[in-house]
C-alpha cells in the first residue's frame, strides 16, 4: 500500500539524542549472556512466539525505574532450567543472580547503566529470618541510593500487547500507565508512590496489631496525606499539560484525546488549597482507624482512575473498537513523548512489544514516521520482519532462535 508518510533519511543517526549503544544480559530469563550493539535509531527483534522477543524489551525497561515492563517479581526473572525443574525441585542455571546492563547516549554524553538483584537477610515481624531481593542499580560505576533515582537518567516508555485491554480492565493497570507517564516528567513520583505504600503498610499494621499508639499512627496519617496530595497533585498536573499540548498539537492520522482523572483527592484539588485537602486526608483516616480493616475505602489515591475521551467521537475508550483503543494508546504516549522531548529535553526511548497488531498498515507506517522525527532508539518486535520494511534503512534487524541472537541484513 502506498503511504503519504515518508521517513527522511537518517541513517547516520547522529542526531538521535536517547538510545542504548550496548546492551549486556546476564541469566536475564531465556538469555544466559546476550550482547547487542546498536547504532540505528529503530531495532527491530523478530522470532517465533516464545522465543524471546518480550524478554529482551524487558531486560530494556529495568534500565529505568519502576518494576519493569512485565512487573514481574524479581526473582522470576534468573535463568530458570526448566526442564531439570520437570523432574526435580526448582534448578536454576547457575547461583549468579541476574543483570542486566547498557551503555546508554543521552545527548552527547554517554553512560553506564547497570542493574541487578541483591539477596538481603531481613528479620521479619515474626522475628525469622527471611530472604528479599532487592534491585541494586549503577551509574557510571556509583550505586544508587534507590532505583527511583534512575528516573533522572534514562526516561522510557512502553506498549504491550497486556495494553490491548488497558480501557476495559480495572482500573488499576490505567492508573498504572498514569503514574508511569507522571514519571517520566516529575521524577519523584515513583519515589512518592513507594513511601506511599510503605507508610500505609506500617499504618494497616499498627491497626491489625490493636497496640493503638496514638502518636505513632498521627505521624503515619500526617505522612500518608502529605505524600498522597502530593501524589495527586502530580498526577493533574502531568493531565492538564498533557491535554493543552494534544489540544495545541492534534495528530493528523492518531485519534486525539482528551483525558480525565477520577478520584477523590484529585477532584478536591481542582476546587481546594492543598494544605485544605491534606487535612481533609488527615482527618479521613482518623475516623476509618475503627473500620479501616473491614472497609478498604480509606486508600484514596489508589483508587484514582484515568479516562481517556477519542475526542472526535467524544466516546470514551472503552466503548471504542479494538483497532481505535490501540490507536488511541498510541496517540497519547506519542503526545507524551514529544512533550518530554519539547518540555525535559530528553525524548523517551520506545519499547513497542507487537505493536503492529490491530494497526493497519497506513497507521503503522505513520507511527514510525512520526516515531523517527522524535530522534529516539525505538525498540520493535514482531514475529514478521517485513511489517518493518518501511524502516529498513534506519533500522537494526535481529533474529532470535534457541536463545540466541543474530543479526540480519537482508531484507
Ligand atoms: N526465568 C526464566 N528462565 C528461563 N526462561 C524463561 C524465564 N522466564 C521466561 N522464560 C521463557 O522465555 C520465553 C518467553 O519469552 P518471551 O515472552 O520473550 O517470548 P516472545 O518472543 O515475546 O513470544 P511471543 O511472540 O509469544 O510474545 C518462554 O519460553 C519462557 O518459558
Ligand atoms: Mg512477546
Known sequence: MDTLYHIHNTSDDAKV??????????????????????????????????????????????????????????????????????????????????????LVQQGNEEINIGTAVETQLRESNYNEIKEIERRIVHVDNQKLASQNELGKYLPMIWITP????????????????????VATFDIEHMRRLSAFDNVYRQWMQVLKSGKLNSAWLSSLE?????????IAAARREQVHKLNTFMEKNPDDVFPNAVLQLNGTIEAMLDQKA?????DFYRESLIKLRQNALYNNANDEINKTDLIAIYLKKNVPANL??????????????????KFLSAHRGIPPILLLDEIAAHLD??????LLAKIADLKTQTWLTTTNAHEFDFIRSTAQFFEIQNNQISESFSA
Open 320 to 337: 471504542c473498537s479494538t483497532g481505535e483503543q490501540k490507536a488511541l494508546l498510541l496517540s497519547i504516549a506519542l503526545a507524551q513523548a
Open 162 to 181: 497486556q495494553m490491548d485491554r488497558l480501557f476495559l480492565g480495572g482500573a488499576q493497570h490505567r492508573r498504572h500507565f498514569l503514574d508511569r507517564i
Open 361 to 366: 498498515d497506513f497507521k503503522r507506517d505513520a
Open 274 to 278: 492543598a494544605v485544605y485537602v491534606e
Open 17 to 102: 539524542r536517547s538510545a542504548i549503544r550496548r546492551l549486556t544480559l546476564v541469566n536475564f530469563r531465556n538469555y544466559k549472556y546476550l550482547r547487542l550493539s546498536i547504532d540505528k535509531p529503530f531495532v527491530v527483534l523478530s522470532g517465533e512466539n516464545g522465543s524471546g522477543k518480550t524478554n529482551v524489551l524487558e531486560a530494556v525497561s529495568f534500565l529505568t525505574q519502576g518494576r519493569g515492563l512485565r512487573r514481574a517479581k524479581l526473582s522470576e526473572i534468573k535463568t530458570f532450567d526448566f526442564l531439570a525443574a520437570q523432574q526435580t525441585t526448582p534448578t536454576f542455571i547457575n547461583n549468579a543472580g541476574w543483570a542486566v546492563s547498557a
Open 222 to 230: 500526617e505522612q500518608i496525606a502529605g505524600l498522597g496530595v502530593a
